[in-house]
């Protein structure tokens, strides 16, 4: 696989590439140079008795004090997560993250610190870090810190499929702890990157599912005999980018049987437009965040400028927007499988119930809105939640992370919603008048579905086409 290279431009492609693919990571020489004429100019500041935040002064609202800090006391102070370990593409996302936001030669670092972040990469050295703890401003400050642990040989990473103490993987690989100063310390902590990688990771699995879904729609659309003149590109007239991709690609040309579809049909490229939209302007706002500087302060020709990069408002508002419209398109989902029940709009038995006594497929609808309340609930907005921390110093809070992780557990709840939609649609499908390319998708749900007779086995079984 080819190296993504460090301190020039990365894509979302190229952080789901290492932190999913193991794509290694390499650091060019003009990246190389660029890190050292910072930390030339960090160290020249310093000699100069220049006043730098988290060197010369405490942290936070103890930037009053004066004092000389320590690079491995501010780690470990700092190493406060709680929770279940984070998944490990995550902190592999956050990993090449931080090192490529350190490598763009603004942050003042040795070069030792971003080839230890390659290092830990390349060797598959996986630190962890507890999933909860940060606020999203004055960086990620409690992740970051475990896995700037690692680097110090504290903590504990996974290593060839086992936990095992940082320590001892660092010394099976050759590897030497590192001393951090406190700007090399606080530069690794004081960051968006771990918001910004689970944010990224979440991006690239909404990405992924929606264009499965597309694919999979001209079976839904055939079993409710949809009017596919309202679904047309060429229909779409409204001027929304979005809007005309999603119809471009639903592919549906069969005739249907009313002149007026209920919404959830036909309204389709209306509802999931400002989806695909949102996705874009949040795949945009991560691929910035990933390839601009995110530390406090920063080092220029001026020597070091005091900053607020550090903080996530971008990626906790792109988060939300982007629960929004999920719990949009899980509201759609929910209506689709409702409308499968109709006998007026599938030609079909009510609730799709073959003999008297049976319910039919009514009961799935009732498990899909379970999932759709919980979707709603997750929505609500993270970014508003500000609580100030620090005294007074630190008080506009973005909770940036929990706005992305957030994303994930609606990920999961998307499939399971998407699983059952397959098996009503299914259930719902007379596929004896079918076109090739819509038989072909009623056969590959069908030889999952028709596995058991249980709703749930055959939920779990056709969730294999989402995850």
């Known amino acids: 696989m080819e190296p993504v290279e460090l301190g020039e431009k990365l894509t979302l492609i190229d ?9 290694p ?85 040795k070069p030792a610190v971003v080839e230890m972040l390659a290092e830990l990469l390349n060797r598959d050295i996986t630190p962890v870090v507890p999933i909860y703890g940060s606020v999203g401003a004055s960086g990620d400050l409690a992740p970051l810190s475990h896995i700037a642990l690692a680097l110090l040989g504290e903590g504990h990473v996974e290593y060839k499929g086992e936990i095992v103490p940082a320590e001892e993987a660092l010394r099976k690989e050759g590897l030497e702890p590192l001393v951090l100063d406190p700007r090399d310390a606080l530069a690794l902590i004081n960051g968006t990157s771990f918001s910004t990688a689970v944010l990224a990771m979440a991006i690239a699995k909404v990405e992924n599912l929606l264009d499965k879904y597309l694919a999979y729609l001209p079976l839904y659309l055939h079993a409710v005999r949809a009017n596919y003149k309202a679904l047309l590109p060429e229909t779409q007239v409204k001027r929304h980018y979005g809007m005309k991709k999603i119809a471009e690609a639903i592919q549906y040309a069969t005739p249907g049987k ?53 903080h996530g408002q971008y990626v906790a508002m792109a988060a939300d927007s982007l629960a929004t419209a999920l719990a949009i398109w899980a509201n759609l989902l929910e209506r689709q499988i409702a409308q499968l029940l109709r006998s007026e709009i599938t030609g079909k038995p009510e609730f799709l119930a073959k003999e008297p006594g049976s319910v039919g497929d009514m009961i799935y609808h009732y498990t899909a809105a379970s999932l759709v309340a919980k979707i709603r609930t997750l929505a609500t907005p993270y970014s508003v939640q500000n609580i100030p921390t620090s005294g007074f110093q630190e008080d506009v809070n973005s909770m940036s992370l929990g706005a992305a992780i957030r ?43 028709n596995k058991s ?7 779990k079984a056709v969730s294999a086409i989402w995850s």
């Open 407 to 449: 994303i994930h557990e609606i990920i999961k709840l998307l499939i399971d919603i998407l699983s059952i939609h397959s098996v009503v649609t299914h259930d719902a499908t007379d596929c004896t008048d079918c076109q090739l390319y819509i038989e072909k998708i009623y056969s590959t749900i069908s030889d999952l579905v």
């Open 15 to 23: 952080v789901v590439k290492v932190a999913t693919f193991g794509a």
């Open 258 to 310: 009313r002149l007026h579809d209920p919404y959830s049909v036909r309204c389709i490229p209306q509802v999931l437009g400002p989806l695909y939209d949102v996705l874009k302007w949040a795949r945009e706002v991560v691929e910035n965040e990933i390839n601009s500087p995110s530390d406090n302060p920063i080092f220029t020709d001026r020597g070091p400028v005091p900053t607020c990069h550090f």
């Open 25 to 109: 990571v390499v650091i060019p020489g003009d990246t190389r140079r660029k890190i050292e004429q910072a930390h030339s100019a960090y160290l020249e500041a310093l000699q100069k008795g220049v006043e730098i935040y988290g060197v010369t002064t405490g942290l936070g609202e103890l930037v009053k004090v004066k004092t000389v800090a320590q690079g491995s006391r501010i780690i470990v102070e700092h190493a406060v997560g709680v929770g279940d370990r984070s998944p490990r593409e995550w902190v592999r996302a956050a990993l090449l993250i931080r090192a490529h936001q350190l490598a763009l030669g603004y942050s003042g670092v």
């Open 453 to 459: 007779t249980i709703p749930s086995d055959r939920i």
